[in-house]
T-cell receptor, first 111, second 112 residues
Framework: QKEVEQNSGPLSVPEGAIASLNCTYS??????FFWYRQYSGKSPELIMF????GDKEDGRFTAQLNKASQYVSLLIRDSQPSDSATYLC???????????FGQGTELSVKP | ETGVTQSPTHLIKTRGQQVTLRCSSQ?????VSWYQQALGQGPQFIFQ???????GRGNFPPRFSGLQFPNYSSELNVNALELDDSALYLC???????????FGQGTRLTVV
């Protein structure tokens, strides 16, 4: 079992729709959780982080964390073509530094 | 812009050669981590430096080495390059271990 798993996609949504990206992790000791966006040929860009169970909202983005189910998700409301990218889920272990990434989910927002 | 800068941006090396990649961390950040990202994969942790000391290492052979300087900038050295070392090398800095990490633009290394 991979430490952090994401559906590779591609996930295709129409412009204006809600995109839902999911991630599961195996280490129950994981402390913090991150979502990065990566455009083709570019480096990852941090868009959300969450440390506690529940929801965290920032503009059109909402991160959701459920530690009991070892599940973290990212919702993108009113999706725009500029949101088309690969979204990487990353988990920080209790050892405090090493980020473990999933393989990323490719999102395509169609005009 | 994250304030994390890497050099060079692109590099072509021959198998067996050695390479040094450089990273300047964001102002106020004392922790630098290095990652390798192969095409179509998520970044893989190589190692982390915290206040000039190595603070954790991933599953990479000893020919991958690094250091951190007093100003918290960092270098990644790879000896005896192999074709499989071709990847995007990413440096990330954070203010403390375990906090949000911000990536530089990466160095694209091609080994031929």
């Amino acid at each position: 079992q991979k430490e952090v798993e994401q559906n590779s996609g591609p996930l295709s949504v129409p412009e204006g729709a809600i995109a839902s990206l999911n991630c599961t992790y195996s280490d129950r000791g994981s402390q913090s959780f991150f979502w990065y966006r990566q455009y083709s040929g570019k480096s990852p860009e941090l868009i959300m982080f969450i440390y506690s169970n529940g929801d965290k909202e920032d503009g059109r983005f909402t991160a959701q964390l459920n530690k009991a189910s070892q599940y973290v998700s990212l919702l993108i409301r009113d999706s725009q073509p500029s949101d088309s990218a690969t979204y990487l889920c990353a988990v920080n272990t209790y050892q405090g530094g090493k980020l473990i990434f999933g393989q990323g989910t490719e999102l395509s927002v169609k005009p | 812009e994250t304030g994390v800068t890497q050099s060079p941006t692109h590099l072509i090396k021959t198998r067996g050669q050695q390479v040094t990649l450089r990273c300047s961390s964001q102002s106020g950040h004392n922790t630098v981590s290095w990652y390798q990202q192969a095409l179509g994969q998520g970044p893989q942790f190589i190692f982390q430096y915290y206040r000039e000391e190595e603070n954790g290492r991933g599953n990479f052979p000893p020919r991958f080495s690094g250091l951190q300087f007093p100003n918290y900038s960092s270098e990644l050295n790879v000896n005896a390059l192999e074709l499989d070392d071709s990847a995007l090398y990413l440096c990330a800095s954070s203010s403390e271990r375990g906090t949000e990490a911000f990536f530089g633009q990466g160095t694209r290394l091609t080994v031929v």
